[in-house]
Each structure stands twice: as C-alpha cells, then as structure tokens.
C-alpha cells in the first residue's frame, strides 16, 4: 500500500506566516495528504464554506485576527472537524483555553516534520474511528451472516456479485421484502476494493424529499428551522466509498434529478449552500417494487434507472431457496439460543418439515424471526412445531427449482403461493408482473 493510500485525511493549515505555511503545507502532502492553506481568519472561513477538511491546525495569532474567535466559529461550521492549536511557547496557557473550548490538541512553535507529521496521523485515526464507530452503531445488529447459499440459484446470483464487486459498477439489487438484498449489497462493499473504506446506507421510504436531501447531501446552518449547525451528508461519509440506497423505488420524484446529476458527475450542494462539492462514491441500490411499471406510471425517472443497474442482480424468495431454509435456520437458532442462554439446542424433524413447508412470504427476514422466537418460548433442547409460531398459510410439498415437475404445475404453485400470501388480487398481479386481468384468466385456467 502506497503512501498516498494509506495517509487519507483532507487538512486545513491556518497561519499568517507564509514561511510556515510553506513548510508545513511540502511536510505534509509529501505523506499524501490533500492540503489548503489560509493566512487570515475571513480566508479561511471562505476556505471552510467551499471544501470538507477533516483536521485543521490553527495558529493562535493570525495578524489583527484572534485564533479563539476562529475557533468558535470553525465549532459552528465544521463541527466534525479536529482542530489542532499551533503556539508559541508565550501562549501555552491560551492553548489550554483553547482545548477546553473544542480543540483537540495543540503543538508548540518551532514544532519539526516529524512532530507534525505524528500529530496529523493521531488526529486523522481519531476522526476515521469515531466515523467508523457512528457507522458500525448504525449498522449494529443488521448483519446476520446469510450471504452463504446451498442453492444453484442464489450460489448464481452470489458468483455474479462477486466477479461485478471489483468493478466499480453501480449495482441495482431486485427482489422481495426481506431476501438479504442488504446483506447482498454489504457483501458486495466486502468483496471489493473500497472494502476498507465506508459502507454507508439510506433507508430511502423513512424521509421525506426535504429531509432527504438534507440527510444525502447535508446542510448549512439556517438552511431550515432547526438547522442550527453546518452537517455533513451521508455523500460526504460514503467519500470513496460505498453508498447503499435501500428501497429506492421509493427515494422522492422531486429529488431524483439531484441524485441522477451526482451519479452521472459526481457533484453535489449542501441544502442552503452555493459551493459545488465533489465525492468519489460508489453506487449500490435495491428495491422489492417493479421500476418498469413506475416509470410508465409517471412515479420513476427512466434515466434514473438507466444509471442504477448497470448491472442488476435479483434474490430469490426463500421458498425458492429450499437447499437454504433448514442451514439458516439452525444457524439463527444457534445465535439467539447464545444470546438469551435458553436450552434449545436442534429443531426437530417435524419443525424441519414444517419449516420447508412454509411458503415464507417474509423470507430470511421472517425466518429470523420465527428462529428468535422458538429460542425465547423453548423449554426443551428440542424445538418443536408448536415453537414456530407461523402466522401465515403453509404450502405442504412447495415444488423445488430444478425438481420433476412441469412448468405448468410449477406456474400453478407459484400463483396458488403468491395469492396465498396476498391480500387482494391485484397486490398478487403487481408481485408476478402481470395484470389483474390476466392473472384473473390464469386462476380459471389453472382451477385455483
């Protein structure tokens, strides 16, 4: 790993000396660091309003400019930014006031290279790790480990995504309700080489278009009520990167030519701010809605989806998945069993029969559940039927993928599952892509 690669941070020096600056400015970006200079506090807020710095080192004394007042404002700012004081030995004490006023160190004039250079890979750790921290709080819990597949059809989907994840490809992920297309897409964040940087997700449905933006993008303060400090957007964060956008048949109408416009150029405004910005991010989105019929419905914007799915990639459904239901199972129950201390310890084999004869209408998701459940209410080492707890119908014998059947009788078990599992029959039509008409002629022909 090169220099260049390994010293990651964006660093802002402030002093009204030109000579320092010089010298700090060569020491630094020769250990690869991206580096600006400002030699006068009303330059370096301007500075501040164009580009994202992750440390600043600032000097106390900047002509007829007080380093405290700058520091206070850099605290309104750029909150997230470590700022690091530069003195003389005359002004230790005002150091100290500055520390208790937000900065996180400070360093004595003359300081040398390498007394520079130590202090900028401490303070640029510190800032990555409590990035990292806010980003594994949360993720916390969401990972469950289901990306293994015993089923040639899932095995298919998991090959593809691992021979695309080097690429940087943006990756459109399709499939049910709660088939492990997040885990699929964080598996992919894994399996390429922006695995040691960020993976940083948007549940898309739960904002609202202003919020969105605001959340993507970030905001200046005052640039709506309650926006009382300058933010960082989940762009900023995901910065050479991974940006996972989860539902995103969902992200707002209003807002898809911004985020079609940073997908194509990289680019993008805070809320309330002016400046361009510039983010290398790579893009992964799913979504369990049918894109194809939300554009001809007016609801999704056909360029948009142009520049998703370069590649896509669709999960099967759990009942599609047979070879799978059983190892998950087993392998959740093990999970909760060790995270509650309760005696379960294997599923009996009629629990296993029931298990692959459920039609999972909620898929892993549901499976998770139902593990979570018999674990808690399980008095025995054996899991029973009665502990699964099912809520929805059972599909006895449901046909296999790749099983001695016809494609008549399996197009006949598929529409009997989904409308077992459907609440109207249009909601069924809209799962199999088709219209109520059709799937209407099909239940008369099929006797369903």
């Not at 529409?415 to 249009?426: C, G, K, P, Q, Y």
Request: with cysteine; net charge negative.
């Amino acid at each position: 790993m090169d220099t260049a690669d390994q010293n990651s941070g964006r660093i802002l020096l402030v002093d009204d000396e030109a000579a320092i600056l010089r010298t700090f400015r060569y020491c630094l970006e020769d250990e690869g660091y991206e580096v600006a200079t400002a030699s006068t506090a009303a330059n370096a807020e301007e500075v501040l309003r164009q580009h994202v710095f992750d440390l600043c080192f600032l000097d106390l004394r900047l002509g007829d400019d007080s380093g405290l007042d700058l520091l206070a404002t850099m605290r309104t700012q750029a909150p997230w930014m470590v700022v690091v004081i530069v003195t003389a030995h005359s002004a230790v004490d005002t150091a100290v006031d500055a520390i208790q006023a937000g900065a996180s160190d400070y360093l004595v004039k003359p300081c040398g290279p390498e007394q520079l250079r130590m202090s900028a890979a401490k303070q640029l750790k510190v800032r990555q790790l409590a990035a990292r921290l806010e980003l594994l709080e949360g993720q916390m819990g969401q990972s469950e480990h289901v990306i293994e597949s015993h089923c040639p059809v899932m095995m298919t989907v998991l090959d593809t995504a691992r021979q695309v994840a080097v690429t940087d490809a943006n990756i459109l992920i399709l499939g049910e309700s709660g088939t492990g297309k997040g885990e699929l897409a964080r598996a992919i964040h894994g399996w390429s080489r922006r695995a040691k940087k960020n993976f940083v997700t948007i549940n898309c449905p739960s904002l609202s278009a202003d919020l969105m933006e605001s959340e993507l993008f970030g905001h200046v303060r005052g640039a709506f009520t309650g926006a009382s400090e300058n933010t960082l957007g989940r762009v900023n964060q995901a910065d050479v990167g991974t940006l996972f956008l989860d539902e995103i048949g969902d992200f707002p109408l209003a807002l898809q030519p911004k985020l079609l416009r940073f997908i194509q150029d990289k680019e993008y405004e805070r809320v309330g701010d002016p400046f361009t910005r510039r983010a290398d991010v790579r893009i992964l989105a799913a979504t369990n809605r049918n894109l194809s019929a939300m554009v001809k419905a007016g609801e999704f914007r056909e360029d948009l989806i142009y520049r998703l799915n370069v590649i896509t990639l669709t999960v099967p459904p759990l009942r599609d998945r047979q070879d799978d239901i059983v190892p998950l199972a087993e392998r959740f129950l093990a999970r909760f069993v060790k995270d509650y201390g309760t005696p379960a310890k294997a599923l009996s084999e009629e629990a296993i029969e029931s298990l692959r004869g459920y039609s999972w209408p909620g898929n892993i998701r549901e499976l998770r559940n139902v593990m979570e459940r018999a674990s808690i209410i399980c008095a025995d080492k054996m899991v029973g039927v009665n502990h699964l707890g099912f809520t929805g119908p059972t599909v006895v014998n449901a046909p296999r993928i790749g099983s001695e059947m016809t494609l008549d009788d399996l197009e006949s078990a598929h529409i009997a599952s989904v409308l077992a599992n459907s609440e109207t029959l249009d909601q069924a039509a809209r799962t199999l892509g088709i219209d109520a008409s059709t799937l209407y002629r099909k239940r008369k022909q099929l006797a369903l």
